[in-house]
């Protein structure tokens, strides 16, 4: 069952004395009991999309189309007290960084209890042992002693289990996980995608957008993936799919990039030239000009228009079929 339907999204920012678009019209779907990767090199518009879909934006930007239906609600032109009602208890997010995403000035504890008592209405007693619980249930050792700590006394992978234990207390339909295992070593990256997948999707059928630019996150946790570039989505499918015969250039060239056991040492292939500012986007394709196979066509207006390849498998690439 469709969760999150998002339409036509369009986010600008304002930069070089105008409005230009870092998302640019985006559609994508995300079901309940699945985990859907978003995935592109820096600079693409990933966590702009998380924070047009919680309405995070800073004041320099701007959401200027599209919907985004979660239930019967679109987030996207919700008023302020219904947005705050959503926001932690049906959709958790999880940021980048877990050391700015938790409060300094606040114990853990009282982070995590806030939360509990605002959104759930628990009483104090009842909203520490529930901490406690979650806290376990992250994995932390000695969690009722861990309610204590602030959180520069704790290890990077420690704060990230304590914001994700705050994401998942109010049992969200929604996780948007934006990079959440950028800062840790490889072991705590797989355990905290391993309890991302455990505690919300599988134990409680929840859907998840993870964002992140590692291939290899994607391959291991993701049931479905959507390669953004400058702003549009150009390739979408199962993740087999996509990673097994990619048609968008843009994802084949993604993949080639990708350390791999088998890589000669010392050489790691690179994409030509880099993603396009605001406002320096091309015509048509967006990839085009760092794109071996481009051609006059692919400047034109219906170059990156998506071309159904099948059932939940999309490319944005008027000549997939010739590469």
Not at 58 to 69: D, E, F, L, S, V
Not at 77 to 85: H, I, K, P, Y
Not at 94 to 99: G, K, L, V
Not at 133 to 143: E, W
Request: net charge positive.
């Amino acid at each position: 069952m469709t969760l999150l339907r998002v339409t036509g999204l369009r986010t600008e920012f304002r930069a070089a004395g105008g409005w230009h678009p870092a998302v640019d019209g985006i559609d994508f779907v995300l079901r309940e009991g699945e985990i859907l990767g978003l995935v592109g090199e820096s600079g693409c518009g990933k966590s702009t999309v998380a924070n047009s879909l919680m309405r995070l934006l800073p004041g320099t930007a701007r959401i200027c189309g599209g919907t985004a239906q979660f239930g019967e609600d679109d987030l996207l032109a919700l008023d302020e007290a219904r947005l705050r009602t959503l926001r932690g208890r049906a959709i958790g997010m999880i940021f980048q960084d877990p050391m700015t995403a938790l409060d300094p000035v606040f114990r853990v504890g009282h982070q995590i209890e806030e939360t509990l008592k605002q959104h759930l209405g628990l009483a104090p007693d009842a909203a520490r042992t529930r901490a406690v619980d979650l806290l376990r249930s992250v994995g932390i050792p000695a969690p009722a002693e861990r309610l204590r700590a602030w959180p520069h006394q704790l290890s990077g992978g420690m704060r990230q289990r304590v914001a994700l234990a705050i994401a998942i207390c109010c049992n969200p339909r929604l996780l948007i996980a934006d990079e959440p295992t950028t800062a840790l070593d490889v072991t705590i990256q797989a355990q905290v995608l391993e309890l991302i997948r455990t505690l919300l999707v599988a134990e409680r059928g929840a859907g998840v957008l993870l964002i992140t630019h590692d291939l290899g996150v994607v391959a291991r946790v993701c049931d479905r993936v959507a390669v953004m570039y400058a702003g549009r989505i150009v390739e979408t499918g199962a993740v087999t799919d996509v990673f097994g015969a990619p048609r968008h250039p843009y994802t084949r060239a993604l993949l080639r990039a990708a350390p791999t056991a088998e890589a000669p040492r010392g050489h790691l292939p690179t994409i030509p030239g880099r993603v396009p500012g605001l406002a320096a986007r091309p015509p048509g394709c967006t990839f085009g000009p760092r794109c071996a196979h481009a051609k006059t066509i692919c400047a034109g207006p219906d170059a990156a228009a998506p071309i159904p390849l099948g059932p939940d498998r999309e490319v944005a690439c008027v000549r997939h079929a010739a590469i």
